[in-house]
């Protein structure tokens, strides 16, 4: 299945559980706790963990962001419009842009 029909699969999954309609306060602490269940797995090099977290962090996202009523490939794609041309350069591993280099 590609993305779309992974997500159309997610939130009919998440709709029979009762999920779609529910405190997206509740959902955004699922997010913060498969965060740390993606971090715990990273950190332990644990890479099976890792790929099942990963999945876990897109399902609560893809959830939050139903409840809210946004569309995840919106907020993907609002992000790259914002980066796309952003200008910078990468140190010890992390990417900072020319306006935090250059205050």
Request: glycine share 6%.
């Amino acid at each position: 299945m590609n993305f779309e029909e992974l997500h159309k699969a997610l939130l009919d999954w998440a709709k029979d559980r009762n999920l779609l309609d529910a405190d997206p306060h509740i959902q955004f602490s699922k997010i913060v706790e498969e965060l740390g269940e993606t971090s715990a797995a990273y950190n332990k090099h644990h890479h099976d963990d890792l790929l099942d977290s990963v999945g876990d962090l897109l399902v609560t996202i893809s959830i939050f962001c139903h409840q809210l009523g946004i569309d995840p490939v919106d907020c993907l794609s609002m992000a790259y419009e914002e980066i796309a041309d952003r200008t910078g350069k990468t140190i010890n591993g992390s990417f900072v842009k020319d306006t935090d280099l250059h205050g």
